[in-house]
């Protein structure tokens, strides 16, 4: 089998596992608003999938995320989920040669958009206390090249939960300015954060904001998320579009409404995350080896390091798995980094962070007593 059929095996078996807890992938799973759930049962009573959706979004929904971002004037290209813009943006800007510059850990897939356009990626390493698990802007001023074209930064980083501070994306904003460079700001987990500045307000003409549904408001498998920019850019992009006949009109049916509710239901959803990040950090610390270098978290997720214990977290993670836990392991994120630490998501019920917990010793001591090689994703 080829390596996509062995990885797509891997998700259909995780997919179609009766009552796995889905903990390595930040996906939400707060009870939805009834009116998330009424928008999308009035959107098929009503039998709107027979039309395409507008071209660049419902234009209710276009200014509901313009308006929840905060970033008046600027302009929102809605997408089949935050990922597909990212993949847009990168085909759009980039050219062969192009340098792409990010963070080490970083999200992969940008990365992987960029290399196929033959652009030059580079990678800042931001993970150790001595770069504090974020990225300080002389450092990234340093790597700047005349070829460089993008600033893709995760803010707050996944999978670290670090974010900048105001200062610190002012500062990246101008080195970007100064460069010409344009900046991917992907703010997928800006909701999940303590505090959070958007570099599009320090650098409005050459910022692409990522905006996501999937983990505030729980639609990761509707797919439904938007770029938003400068209109000139957003103009640019929307000549050819991935998606020219609209993104999925249920899904957008569904952001509408969870834009409108947003301020009633979602407090409740961040209190709780926040609870269960610190049922985990106080478990993690009665584990002899295991560390926690972020906490609190600024995304829906943390990491927790696992080497100084001698566990390998490919085993952790399959020791979890035979009990229908699924967390992730770090060499998703980074070759380089990956072998340090496990990632697990904590907008999930309190019941699974508290099953998660109380297997936490037992599968530390079973992943030591393994460390075999383990096939992951």
Known sequence: MKPFEVRNAHFDRLVNTSGLRWMGQNTNHAKPHPAVIEAMERCIRDEEFHIYAPPAGLEELRQGIVNDLGLNGHAALVSDGAVSSLYHVCHTLLRPGDEFITTDPTWNWPMAFARSVEAIVTQIPIYGAEHGYRLAPERLAAAITPKTKVVYLVDPNNPLGTACTVAEIEAIAAIVRRAGAYLIHDCTYRHFAHAHE???????????????????????????????????????????????????????????????????????????????????????????GLEMPVFPSNGNFIIIECEKAGVRPESLVAAFQEHKIMIRQGGYHTPNFGDRFIKVSTTVPSSWVKEFVALLPEMVERARGRNEPVKLF
């Open 198 to 288: 958007l570099a599009a307000r320090h650098y409005p003409e050459r910022t692409l904001t990522i905006y996501s549904f999937s983990k505030w408001l729980g639609l990761a498998g509707l797919r439904v998320g938007a770029v938003v920019a400068d209109p000139d850019l957003i103009e640019r992009l929307a000549t050819s579009p991935p998606n020219n006949l609209g993104s999925s009109i249920l899904s957008q049916r569904a952001a509408l409404a969870g834009l409108k509710i947003k301020a009633e239901w979602f407090p409740g959803v961040l209190a709780q995350q926040r609870v269960n990040q610190a049922l985990i950090h106080d478990a993690m610390k009665k584990v002899p």
